[in-house]
């Protein structure tokens, strides 16, 4: 693809209105990737929301969401979010009101006819009692229950069936037979001369009861993007012409100098031009403690400055700030379905028709095999299966748990990419780690130097360090560091080369010096004597030992070391505690790397691997019927990131490598693989519960709403029972997933933002 062609893809956000069931996501998406240029879609049914992927513009995405009978409205920025917001907590007053002004007509209703208050059809005035009740009825279908009339409309022009379709046969039937019969009760039996006004108000009260309880308790599950969205300021300070003055986020420019406050948020990501002071970063990487920032220091938007004044030059703005990616990652996590979800999607698009088809069974079987009065008990059988049998449950059980468990994570400062790695880091077996910057700090420092004979400590380190100048190999720096704290001056280095996997070469005054591992020295025919014997006792005190050669002769050894991060031993022992098996990958030598792993307690270790070679290390364990994590930096390990069945990246700093696995890691912890892998298991068990539930309900609710159970024990299902319990299905779901946000992971205390 071209980067032309790259540049044209835009990933758009929609506010979805109208959906009501799971059918109704494959009928938003359907549409909209009918759309000229849309490359993905996918609708999130718990959080009404729509992600495009493509070169499609906004209007011609609306456009089609409303030729499929629902309305949309594209999302930019805060300002949507919080209008997304205000129109939802709108519609979830709305949904009250109709709840009670149904509950209003049918409560009394439902009251007094069992106890023989209300007058029949045949008395004196019944007639006119209960033509009046249907008026008041017609208006609490009107006005309470008229948004599933249009719904079911929409859905019927568009060729769709959705939970609108089955709400308003069921009530409209019953309310149709009882308006007969109230104007023309000779029409049926006086036996069958029943109205069923009640239960169409109360199934439609106790809907939206369940809706407006869905909602508020759904409103829970994004608490993790609007505490995310609350990091970002909405002003900043920029320094214009002389003149500090205060403007919208949105008008920062690249290049644009920024005054930060004590106490302010950090309004976009930068470098510090002039000025210090302490930052917390805990929302980017879960660090405690303020991190120290002087001239030229970068600094990340939604951090917050603690104790001085600086200034700072913009560098990212907008949707390229660590703070906006980190929310579009987790958006699109929890837009994301896995296998689990997919399932469910298949059964919900053909379930409303499906279930269209019973309810005509139902209805022809009680009218040619059912007892007297026929017509009275077909309609009552009919209508509660169309009630009971809305995928409401069945379409919420896995992105309302999607949404909370990918949440979750970014509250102990994992991000998770995807829901489908969401799902397989729950499955892992083995675990690869990376040894350099994973299992230690990654910030090595010289520990140890061993001259050969006719060489001194000085030289040795002056002719390393003067040929590792060249090299960004964070050993080389460690080495070159050394020699300036020693205030030594390094000499020009010419021809230098790195060699993958085992060190360098160069020329230095005219000489030939090579400096690296022992397959260089082995290669280069270079005779090591007792140098070796040394770099062996230094390798088992997990230092890293490099040899000189100058002109094919060994000049010393010097020894770098990585210090072990203080928690990789435990998080090490949280992963063997939930049963996986951690196996350390990396290209330094045998004895260092064995060190390390007894120290920590990793199983097994591949050492001198190179670079290139990962990626098959990581396939041999797959091999073996291993379901492979692979925890690297993001970059040097991309391969074997990718090779992995989930690459998770250590991403700390402010340049955080989101795109390099299917997790990032924001802080350097090990710690966040044991949590990503305890709420990946958590959240699918969690799916699990939802979906069998849904399932369940569904599966046993329709045959006893059609009767089934009526033969043998003379029991039928109330319409206004099934009502509830519809209604109630969709709540126990979405307090099922909420259930996560209490979630803890056992190891650590989780990022507050």
Same mark, same amino acid.
């Given at each position: 693809?071209?980067?032309?062609?790259?540049?044209?893809?835009?990933?758009?956000?929609?506010?979805?209105?109208?959906?009501?069931?799971?059918?109704?996501?494959?009928?938003?998406?359907?549409?909209?990737?009918?759309?000229?240029?849309?490359?993905?879609?996918?609708?999130?049914?718990?959080?009404?929301?729509?992600?495009?992927?493509?070169?499609?513009?906004?209007?011609?995405?609306?456009?089609?969401?409303?030729?499929?009978?629902?309305?949309?409205?594209?999302?930019?920025?805060? %300002?949507?979010?919080?209008?997304?917001?205000?129109?939802?907590?709108?519609?979830?007053?709305?949904?009250?009101?109709?709840?009670? @002004?149904?509950?209003?007509?049918?409560?009394?209703?439902?009251?007094?006819?069992?106890?023989?208050?209300?007058?029949?059809?045949?008395?004196?005035?019944?007639?006119?009692?209960?033509?009046?009740?249907? =008026?008041?009825?017609?208006?609490?279908?009107?006005?309470?229950?008229?948004?599933?009339?249009?719904?079911?409309?929409?859905?019927?022009?568009?060729?769709?069936?959705?939970?609108?379709?089955?709400? $308003?046969?069921?009530?409209?039937?019953?309310?149709?037979?009882?308006? !007969?019969?109230?104007?023309?009760?000779?029409?049926?039996?006086?036996?069958?001369?029943?109205?069923?006004?009640?239960?169409?108000?109360?199934?439609?009260?106790?809907?939206?009861?369940?809706? $407006?309880?869905?909602?508020?308790?759904?409103?829970?599950?994004?608490?993790?993007?609007?505490?995310?969205?609350?990091?970002?300021?909405?002003?900043?300070?920029?320094?214009?012409?002389?003149?500090?003055?205060?403007?919208?986020?949105?008008?920062?420019?690249?290049?644009?100098?920024? /005054?930060?406050?004590?106490?302010?948020?950090?309004?976009?990501?930068?470098?510090?031009?002039?000025?210090?002071?302490?930052?917390?970063?805990?929302?980017?990487?879960?660090?405690?403690?303020?991190?120290?920032?002087?001239?030229?220091?970068?600094?990340?938007?939604?951090?917050? #400055?603690?104790?001085?004044?600086?200034?700072?030059?913009?560098?990212?703005?907008?949707?390229?700030?660590?703070?906006?990616?980190?929310?579009?990652?987790?958006?699109?996590?929890?837009?994301?379905?896995?296998?689990?979800?997919?399932?469910?999607?298949?059964?919900?698009?053909?379930?409303?028709?499906? @279930?269209?088809?019973?309810?005509?069974?139902?209805?022809?079987?009680?009218?040619?095999?059912?007892?007297?009065?026929?017509?009275?008990?077909?309609?009552?059988?009919?209508?509660?299966?169309?009630?009971?049998? *809305?995928? *409401?449950?069945?379409?919420?059980?896995?992105?309302?748990?999607?949404?909370?468990?990918?949440?979750?994570?970014?509250?102990?400062g994992v991000l998770i990419r995807n829901g489908e790695a969401l799902q397989q880091a729950g499955r892992l077996t083995?675990?690869?780690?990376?040894?350099?910057?994973?299992?230690?700090?990654?910030?090595?420092? %010289?520990?140890?130097?061993?001259?050969?004979?006719?060489?001194?400590? /000085?030289? +040795?380190?002056?002719? =390393?360090?003067?040929?590792?100048?060249?090299?960004?190999?964070?050993?080389?720096?460690?080495?070159?560091?050394?020699?300036?704290?020693?205030?030594?001056?390094?000499?020009?280095?010419?021809?230098?080369?790195?060699?993958?996997?085992?060190?360098?070469?160069?020329? +230095?005054?005219?000489?030939?010096?090579?400096?690296?591992?022992?397959?260089?020295?082995?290669?280069?025919?270079?005779?090591?004597?007792?140098?070796? $014997?040394?770099?062996?006792?230094?390798?088992?005190?997990?230092?890293?030992?490099?040899?000189?050669?100058?002109?094919?002769?060994?000049?010393?050894?010097?020894?770098?070391?990585?210090?072990?991060?203080?928690?990789?031993?435990?998080?090490?022992?949280?992963?063997?505690?939930?049963?996986?098996?951690?196996?350390?990958?990396?290209?330094?030598?045998?004895?260092?790397?064995?060190?390390?792993?007894?120290?920590?307690?990793?199983?097994?270790?591949?050492?001198?691997?190179?670079?290139?070679?990962?990626?098959?290390? @990581?396939?041999?364990?797959? !091999?073996?019927?291993?379901?492979?994590?692979?925890?690297?930096?993001?970059? #040097?390990?991309?391969?074997?990131?990718?090779?992995?069945?989930?690459?998770?990246?250590?991403?700390?700093?402010?340049?955080?490598?989101?795109?390099?696995?299917?997790?990032?890691?924001?802080?350097?912890?090990?710690?966040?693989?044991?949590?990503?892998?305890?709420?990946?298991?958590?959240?699918?068990?969690?799916?699990?519960?939802?979906?069998?539930?849904?399932?369940?309900?569904?599966?046993?609710?329709?045959?006893?709403?059609?009767?089934?159970?009526?033969?043998?024990?003379?029991?039928?299902?109330?319409?206004?029972?099934?009502? %509830?319990?519809?209604?109630?299905?969709?709540?126990?779901?979405?307090?099922?997933?909420?259930?996560? /946000?209490?979630?803890?992971?056992?190891?650590?205390?989780?990022?507050?933002?």
């Open positions: 693809m071209s980067a032309v062609e790259k540049d044209a893809i835009e990933t758009r956000r929609l506010s979805i209105a109208g959906m009501s069931c799971a059918g109704c996501v494959a009928s938003v998406e359907n549409a909209l990737k009918t759309v000229p240029g849309v490359r993905e879609a996918a609708v999130n049914f718990a959080e009404h929301t729509a992600t495009v992927s493509g070169e499609a513009s906004a209007e011609a995405l609306v456009a089609a969401v409303k030729q499929a009978g629902y309305d949309a409205a594209e999302l930019r920025g805060v %300002a949507d979010e919080a209008e997304k917001e205000a129109s939802e907590a709108a519609h979830y007053r709305a949904l009250v009101r109709k709840t009670a @002004v149904a509950a209003a007509v049918g409560l009394p209703l439902f009251v007094a006819e069992p106890l023989g208050l209300l007058p029949m059809l045949s008395e004196s005035g019944g007639q006119l009692f209960w033509l009046l009740v249907g =008026a008041a009825t017609l208006f609490v279908l009107v006005y309470s229950g008229g948004h599933f009339f249009r719904g079911a409309l929409k859905a019927f022009r568009a060729h769709n069936a959705n939970m609108d379709t089955l709400i $308003a046969l069921g009530t409209g039937t019953a309310w149709v037979y009882s308006i !007969a019969v109230a104007a023309a009760p000779n029409i049926v039996p006086s036996i069958a001369q029943h109205a069923y006004f009640e239960a169409a108000a109360i199934i439609i009260a106790l809907i939206n009861l369940g809706q $407006a309880l869905e909602m508020r308790a759904r409103g829970k599950t994004s608490e993790a993007i609007r505490r995310l969205i609350g990091l970002q300021p909405r002003t900043a300070r920029v320094v214009r012409e002389g003149r500090e003055i205060d403007v919208p986020i949105e008008e920062v420019g690249l290049e644009d100098t920024v /005054r930060v406050r004590p106490g302010e948020k950090i309004p976009v990501d930068g470098v510090i031009l002039d000025g210090h002071s302490t930052v917390d970063e805990s929302m980017l990487t879960g660090e405690p403690l303020p991190v120290e920032k002087r001239a030229s220091d970068e600094v990340t938007g939604g951090t917050l #400055n603690k104790s001085g004044s600086f200034l700072f030059k913009a560098t990212r703005i907008g949707r390229d700030t660590a703070l906006a990616r980190i929310i579009e990652m987790v958006r699109q996590a929890q837009n994301s379905k896995p296998a689990i979800g997919r399932l469910a999607d298949r059964v919900s698009s053909v379930f409303v028709p499906t @279930v269209l088809i019973v309810a005509v069974v139902t209805f022809l079987a009680w009218f040619n095999l059912g007892p007297s009065p026929v017509v009275s008990y077909a309609l009552v059988a009919t209508m509660t299966v169309l009630i009971i049998a *809305c995928p *409401c449950a069945l379409g919420l059980a896995t992105p309302i748990s999607i949404m909370v468990g990918v949440g979750k994570a970014a509250e102990y083995t675990v690869v780690l990376d040894k350099t910057g994973t299992v230690t700090e990654g910030r090595p420092t %010289a520990t140890a130097l061993v001259a050969a004979p006719g060489w001194d400590e /000085r030289r +040795l380190l002056v002719t =390393a360090a003067s040929v590792e100048s060249g090299s960004e190999h964070p050993l080389a720096q460690a080495i070159v560091d050394a020699a300036k704290e020693r205030g030594l001056a390094l000499e020009p280095a010419s021809a230098f080369e790195a060699i993958a996997g085992r060190g360098v070469r160069a020329t +230095l005054n005219g000489k030939v010096v090579l400096f690296g591992n022992r397959r260089l020295m082995e290669e280069h025919g270079v005779t090591l004597g007792g140098l070796e $014997a040394e770099a062996g006792r230094l390798a088992a005190l997990a230092a890293t030992p490099m040899y000189l050669a100058v002109d094919g002769r060994a000049a010393g050894v010097v020894a770098v070391s990585d210090p072990i991060k203080a928690d990789s031993a435990a998080a090490i022992k949280r992963l063997h505690a939930i049963g996986l098996r951690v196996v350390m990958l990396t290209g330094d030598n045998r004895a260092t790397a064995q060190a390390v792993a007894a120290q920590v307690g990793i199983d097994e270790v591949f050492a001198e691997v190179l670079p290139g070679d990962k990626s098959a290390k @990581v396939a041999e364990l797959q !091999a073996r019927n291993e379901i492979v994590g692979m925890v690297g930096d993001g970059i #040097n390990d991309a391969p074997a990131l990718a090779r992995a069945d989930v690459g998770f990246a250590i991403g700390t700093g402010t340049d955080v490598a989101i795109e390099s696995g299917d997790v990032t890691l924001m802080r350097g912890s090990l710690h966040g693989v044991a949590d990503a892998i305890a709420i990946s298991r958590a959240t699918v068990r969690n799916i699990k519960q939802n979906l069998f539930g849904a399932f369940v309900y569904n599966t046993l609710g329709i045959p006893v709403a059609a009767g089934l159970l009526y033969p043998f024990f003379g029991v039928l299902l109330n319409p206004m029972i099934a009502g %509830a319990a519809m209604a109630m299905s969709s709540v126990t779901v979405v307090t099922n997933a909420n259930r996560l /946000r209490y979630f803890n992971s056992g190891g650590r205390e989780r990022v507050r933002a």
